[in-house]
């Protein structure tokens, strides 16, 4: 029974990490041109309405976020499922900038947000002995999106109107998820736990933080800030790749099929970091999370072929799958998980917050002339900074007990 359970709590993550590729970064972007197009817009116009949406997304998700600890996770996936389809339908409507505004918004809340959201505070909290692989497991559901989107997302494009790919994904989403939800999860409650009987009394007398306590900790700042790097540069990376391939001269689609190099190199990190952490804790591995994020910013610099897109993505692709699970994990295991929901709320929106932060930071420097060699040399000095601060604090992150 707890066997089936548990089987059943990593398919519904996964399928939830997938749907929340719609309102993921890697996917919006390859819209850009299209909505660009339609609306008559520059890329720095886009960067701005695509991060203050992002950024208001963000405030509204550090309340709503929060309430998946009060109530049962099916009846909180019942709110979360109508609202992606809605968002996907009311992005197939955009004509105007404020229309644009909404829709992003309203997909960066839904997709980016809330349904990842409810997938890995989900796996979060019923798993204790098995987390990281359980983690992995689910986070694996987004690598297939990014897998597989790109390249079907512009093939449809020559076939179909933006707007009825958007249309249609709608109608995806409605019909498909509350089944797959009810299915999954119906007798989930918030109480349910994987059983392991060697560190339940363990669990057990680790202090359960408060998010107001989680504010307090210095540590929670030092952690943030790296894992902060990688949502906010990718971002920039996949909202502008039409800028990115244009300064490289790489070919139209260079960064789309890439991107099945980014997928493949993340879900192989996945399938190291998950039984990693389970055998060393995610608070050791997070020192490593960054450094090949930091190596993908000297490769931009310094090589332009267009192999090098690949190898970019790539390393890229190892710190998202590391990000992706450490993420969830390492709040987990410093602050428990009886408020698990409402810390994880908090560290999504600032994750939001940092897309919104690095998609207005590139199309300002885009606009002021900055080469995207530039714009790597900015970023490689946030990621080293941060990587500096975690280096001389990696010993104090070990949990209190009580």
């Given at each position: 029974?707890?066997?089936?359970?548990?089987?059943?709590?990593?398919?519904?993550?996964?399928?939830?990490?997938?749907?929340?590729?719609?309102?993921?970064?890697?996917?919006?972007?390859?819209?850009?041109?299209?909505?660009?197009?339609?609306?008559?817009?520059?890329?720095?116009?886009f960067?701005?309405?695509?991060?203050?949406?992002?950024?208001?997304?963000?405030?509204?998700?550090?309340?709503?976020?929060?309430?998946?600890?009060?109530v049962?996770?099916?009846?909180?996936?019942?709110?979360?499922?109508?609202?992606?389809?809605?968002?996907?339908?009311?992005?197939?409507?955009?004509?105007?900038?404020?229309?644009?505004?909404?829709?992003?918004?309203?997909?960066?809340?839904?997709?980016?947000?809330?349904?990842?959201?409810?997938?890995?505070?989900?796996?979060?909290?019923?798993?204790?002995?098995?987390?990281?692989?359980?983690?992995?497991?689910?986070?694996?559901?987004?690598?297939?999106?990014?897998?597989?989107?790109?390249?079907?997302?512009?093939?449809?494009?020559?076939?179909?109107?933006?707007?009825?790919?958007?249309?249609?994904?709608?109608?995806?989403?409605?019909?498909?998820?509350?089944?797959?939800?009810?299915?999954?999860?119906?007798?989930?409650?918030?109480?349910?736990?994987?059983?392991?009987?060697?560190?339940k009394?363990?669990?057990?007398?680790?202090?359960?933080?408060?998010?107001?306590?989680?504010?307090?900790?210095?540590?929670?700042?030092?952690?943030?800030?790296?894992?902060?790097?990688?949502?906010?540069?990718?971002?920039?990376?996949?909202?502008?790749?039409?800028?990115?391939?244009?300064?490289k001269?790489?070919?139209?689609?260079?960064?789309?099929?890439?991107?099945?190099?980014?997928?493949?190199?993340?879900?192989?990190?996945l399938l190291?970091?998950?039984?990693?952490?389970?055998?060393?804790s995610?608070?050791?591995?997070?020192?490593?999370?960054?450094?090949?994020?930091?190596?993908?910013?000297?490769?931009?610099?310094?090589?332009?072929?267009?192999?090098?897109?690949?190898?970019?993505?790539?390393?890229?692709?190892?710190?998202?799958?590391?990000?992706?699970?450490?993420?969830?994990?390492?709040?987990?295991?410093?602050?428990?998980?009886?408020?698990?929901?409402?810390?994880?709320?908090l560290?999504?929106?600032?994750?939001?917050?940092?897309?919104?932060?690095?998609?207005?930071?590139?199309?300002?420097?885009?606009?002021?002339?900055?080469?995207?060699?530039?714009?790597?040399?900015?970023?490689?000095?946030?990621?080293?900074?941060?990587?500096?601060?975690?280096?001389?604090?990696?010993?104090?992150?070990?949990?209190?007990?009580?």
């Open positions: 029974m707890f066997k089936s359970l548990s089987l059943k709590v990593i398919v519904f993550g996964f399928i939830f990490t997938f749907f929340s590729s719609f309102g993921q970064s890697f996917f919006l972007g390859l819209f850009n041109s299209s909505i660009r197009d339609t609306l008559s817009i520059t890329h720095g116009q960067g701005s309405i695509y991060a203050s949406a992002t950024l208001f997304s963000s405030i509204l998700f550090i309340w709503l976020g929060k309430k998946i600890d009060d049962n996770v099916f009846k909180f996936s019942l709110f979360v499922i109508p609202l992606l389809a809605f968002s996907c339908f009311f992005f197939s409507k955009i004509y105007s900038i404020p229309f644009l505004f909404a829709a992003i918004f309203l997909m960066r809340f839904s997709g980016q947000g809330m349904m990842s959201h409810t997938a890995s505070t989900t796996i979060s909290r019923y798993f204790t002995k098995s987390r990281g692989k359980a983690l992995s497991a689910g986070w694996f559901g987004l690598s297939c999106g990014e897998f597989i989107l790109p390249v079907l997302i512009v093939y449809l494009l020559t076939l179909y109107t933006w707007q009825n790919i958007w249309l249609t994904i709608s109608i995806i989403v409605i019909l498909f998820l509350p089944i797959a939800s009810y299915l999954l999860i119906k007798n989930l409650s918030l109480d349910s736990r994987e059983v392991d009987n060697n560190q009394k363990e669990d057990k007398s680790i202090k359960q933080w408060t998010r107001l306590e989680v504010l307090k900790d210095y540590r929670f700042y030092i952690v943030s800030s790296n894992m902060l790097a990688m949502p906010w540069i990718a971002t920039g990376v996949f909202v502008y790749q039409s800028f990115v391939t244009s300064s001269g790489w070919g139209e689609f260079t960064i789309a099929q890439s991107f099945m190099s980014y997928s493949i190199f993340t879900v192989s990190t190291l970091a998950g039984p990693l952490i389970d055998k060393f995610s608070r050791k591995l997070l020192i490593y999370m960054n450094i090949p994020l930091l190596i993908s910013t000297f490769v931009i610099i310094l090589f332009d072929s267009s192999v090098t897109a690949f190898v970019f993505l790539g390393l890229i692709g190892i710190s998202n799958g590391f990000a992706n699970v450490l993420g969830s994990a390492t709040w987990a295991e410093i602050y428990g998980v009886k408020h698990i929901g409402s810390i994880k709320a560290t999504t929106a600032l994750m939001v917050f940092s897309t919104a932060f690095g998609t207005a930071l590139f199309g300002v420097l885009i606009d002021i002339g900055f080469s995207i060699e530039k714009i790597a040399v900015v970023s490689a000095i946030y990621i080293f900074s941060s990587l500096a601060l975690l280096f001389l604090t990696r010993k104090k992150l070990n949990p209190i007990y009580i």
